[in-house]
């Protein structure tokens, strides 16, 4: 699968503010997923938008997916401390290949 | 949901040691496995895909031979870096999906040789 492309590469906010995270690829999907990782852990699945959607939530996420543009959102609303880590998308074109990952949006959330 | 199990978590050896990692699928039968290495502040890079029953495909530049892949069971892959060196310190990170679910992911082996 094709290797998606975080924007900002770091983002730092305070508690309680919304964060809100890019993702660009290049051809077309099936379907694109949203990852986390904490500081020296494996990645945690979010969430999974197909390419028939335009909008998911799951909890405080939001993720929006524009074909046209080939883009995608991750907002995460009334942020905490505890979603301090590095985010991923992953465009997805053929199930059951690996995902390809870019370098991520670090998120910092401060007290 | 999913839980991938990996082990061990963090290992130290000596230079020339080979180290086994262990990749578990606890809840559910994985068709497909897979493995990344990540270095310090960088992105996954995926290493190799292997399937239950099959040689895993390696991408290029990985040694085949220094990494060996063990795809036994629908749950249980392995990894065994042969002869580790200081290059080979890093991170290392295994996946597992059913089909066309989502990847689940273990929380990784940091591995430092000495």
């Known amino acids: 699968s094709q290797q998606g492309e975080e924007d900002p590469q770091a983002l730092s906010i305070q508690e309680g503010e919304n964060a809100t995270m890019n993702c660009s690829y290049k051809?077309?999907?099936?379907?694109l997923q949203w990852y986390r990782q904490n500081s020296g852990r494996g990645l945690v699945h979010l969430i999974l938008?197909?390419?028939?959607?335009r909008e998911k939530h799951s909890g405080r996420l939001r993720v929006t997916l524009d074909t046209s543009k080939k883009s995608s959102s991750l907002l995460i609303t009334a942020s905490r401390a505890a979603d301090t880590a590095s985010y991923f998308c992953?465009?997805?074109?053929?199930?059951?290949?690996?995902?390809?990952f870019g370098k991520g949006t670090s998120l910092l959330v401060t007290p | 949901g999913a839980v991938v199990s990996q082990h061990p978590s963090w290992v130290i050896c000596k230079s020339g040691t080979s180290v086994k990692i262990e990749c578990r699928s606890l809840?559910?039968?994985?068709?497909?496995m897979f493995w990344y290495r990540q270095f310090p502040k960088q992105s996954l890079m995926l290493m190799a895909t292997?399937?239950?029953?099959?040689?895993?495909?390696?991408e290029q530049g990985v040694e085949k031979d220094k990494f060996l892949i063990n795809h036994a069971s629908l749950t249980l892959s392995t990894l065994t870096v042969t002869s580790a060196h200081p290059e080979d310190s890093s991170f290392y990170i295994c996946?597992?999906?059913?089909?066309?679910?989502?990847?689940?992911f273990g929380d990784g082996t940091r591995l430092s040789i000495l």
């Open positions: 996946s597992a999906s059913a089909g066309s679910q989502p990847q689940h």
């Open positions: 051809t077309s999907i099936n379907n």
């Open positions: 938008i197909r390419s028939n959607e």
């Open positions: 992953a465009p997805n074109s053929n199930s059951g290949y690996a995902l390809n």
């Open positions: 809840d559910f039968q994985a068709t497909t």
């Open positions: 292997s399937n239950e029953g099959s040689k895993a495909t390696y």
